[in-house]
């Protein structure tokens, strides 16, 4: 079983910078990797990054325009998400996931998910 914690999210205003944090605890190993989707309002969750746990392999979704930076901190078993120049269609709640052996850029690939943080981005 794996637990993941979500913080970091807030109220920013456009073109402000978040960086949200996702502390995993549990059984995890070298192989498993993170990472993060989001869920706007009304619409679909949707992939946005994710990262190996070892080597640090990353992916990101295709829309994102270079705005997202996945990282980790393997001792503190924690990935990160920092989000630059903020736009209002980023406000959405920001969920960590884990998936072992593989990268998971399809919702129901996931294998845990934490409980979501918000981000509200004003125009």
């Known amino acids: 079983q794996v637990q993941l914690v979500e913080s970091g999210g807030g109220l920013v205003q456009a073109g402000g910078s978040l960086r949200l944090s996702c502390a995993a605890s549990?059984?995890?190993?070298?192989?498993?990797?993170m990472g993060w989707f989001r869920q706007a309002p009304g619409k679909e969750r949707e992939f946005v990054a994710a990262?190996?746990?070892?080597?640090?392999?990353?992916d990101y979704a295709d829309s994102l325009e270079g705005r997202f930076t996945i990282s980790r901190d393997n001792a503190k078993n924690t990935v990160y998400l920092q989000i630059n120049n903020l736009k209002p269609e980023d406000t959405a709640v920001y969920y960590c996931t884990f998936t072992r052996g593989f990268i998971a850029t399809i919702a129901s690939g996931v294998h845990y998910w934490g409980k979501g943080t918000l981000v509200t981005v004003s125009s």
């Open positions: 549990g059984r995890t190993f070298s192989t498993d990797a």
């Open positions: 990262i190996n746990w070892s080597g640090g392999t990353t």
